[in-house]
Nanobody
Framework: QVQLVESGGGLVQTGGSLRLSCAAS????????MGWFRQASGKEREFVAA????????YYADSVKGRFTISRDNAKNTVYLQMNSLIPEDTAVYYC???????????????????WGKGTLVTVSS
């Protein structure tokens, strides 16, 4: 059974930090690409960050570059998103996703993410 479970969301003030975790099981735990997406109220879901299997290649949306860091611990089947310098515009439900396609093919652009978690809410107060 494939499962992605996010945790770590919550309420934080502007300038604060949060670390999201995504525990993967089943086929998702061996995915070449793991990523984070977010969806703010009334907006479409957008790509945030992605990482390859070894953790040597990472990809970020321009809006979070320099503030967010994605990482993965394959021994724990877990992907992390460290979020620093948070701003109210970061408020959203954050989703973890996995793709069986390597990140060089940018599956987050082509709709190629195969598995999704249910999301965790991040709220940044001003």
């Amino acid at each position: 059974q494939v499962q992605l479970v996010e945790s770590g969301g919550g309420l934080v003030q502007t300038g604060g930090s949060l670390r999201l975790s995504c525990a993967a099981s089943g086929r998702a735990s061996n995915s070449p690409t793991m990523g984070w997406f977010r969806q703010a109220s009334g907006k479409e879901r957008e790509f945030v960050a992605a990482i390859n299997w070894s953790g040597t290649s990472t990809y970020y949306a321009d809006s979070v570059k320099g503030r967010f860091t994605i990482s993965r611990d394959n021994a724990k089947n877990t992907v992390y998103l460290q979020m620093n310098s948070l701003i109210p515009e970061d408020t959203a439900v954050y989703y973890c996703a996995a793709a069986m396609t390597p990140p060089v093919f940018k599956p987050w652009v082509s709709g190629g993410m195969n598995y999704w978690g249910k999301g965790t809410l991040v709220t940044v107060s001003s």
